[in-house]
T-cell receptor, first 116, second 116 residues
């Protein structure tokens, strides 16, 4: 069975601060995929990134960066110079390849509030 | 290009009633998944449809059923509603994940169901 843990329920920062959202995962599969999604108040989940288990290279996309460490089963997400528009709930998710399809196992989410 | 659309956006039902939620996937997508998101929690996988068949199912009772139509749109039906069924129901579309890498899911804004 798969499990994703996001220990930080809520984080509050002031605009322009850097913030890191933690994600720890559990799986016995050697091939798996990790995701981050953003959920604004409108409700829809917005895809941010997908990483596969064979690619531990960190990734940067504008103000966003992701740190994947298999040794600690972590896939952390950092927002640099946060902005008010970054306020949302962020979910980390895990998927493994199954013969019948694929499903995402989500963490409980981290509510990020960026104050002006 | 229309994204994933869901209807209705909000609805209120009473215990014991039945509800049908509808989803139109993003253009070009052939796979539809449904997730239940209780307040303050991460989405939980209900089931996935591909080629009009349920391909995968999460840990949900038989009261939850679905259907996919030839145009790839989908319905989620819940019978004998319980108070605990109150949640945001999210539909997500994708290309067939078995055809390659599990693709990113495109989510709709959800249908918020309240059971009184």
């Amino acid at each position: 069975a798969q499990k994703v843990t996001q220990a930080q329920t809520e984080i509050s920062v002031v605009e322009k601060e850097d913030v890191t959202l933690d994600c720890v995962y559990e799986t016995r599969d050697t091939t798996y995929y990790l995701f981050w999604y953003k959920q604004p108040p409108s409700g829809e989940l917005v895809f941010l990134i997908r990483r596969n288990s064979f690619d531990e290279q960190n990734e940067i996309s504008g103000r966003y960066s992701w740190n994947f460490q298999k040794s600690t089963s972590s896939f952390n997400f950092t927002i640099t110079a946060s902005q008010v528009v970054d306020s949302a709930v962020y979910f980390c998710a895990l998927s493994v390849r199954e013969t019948s399809g694929s499903r995402l196992t989500f963490g409980e989410g981290t509510q990020l509030t960026v104050n002006p | 290009d229309a994204g994933v659309t869901q209807s209705p956006t909000h609805l209120i039902k009473t215990r014991g009633q039945q509800v049908t939620l509808r989803c139109s996937p993003k253009s070009g997508h052939d796979t539809v998944s449904w997730y239940q998101q209780a307040l303050g929690q991460g989405p939980q996988f209900i089931f996935q449809y591909y080629e009009e068949e349920e391909r995968q199912r999460g840990n949900f009772p038989d009261r939850f059923s679905g259907h996919q139509f030839p145009n790839y749109s989908s319905e989620l039906n819940v019978n004998a509603l319980l108070l605990g069924d109150s949640a945001l129901y999210l539909c997500a579309s994708s290309l067939d994940p078995l055809a390659g890498l599990p693709g990113e899911l495109f989510f709709g804004e959800g249908s918020r169901l309240t059971v009184l």
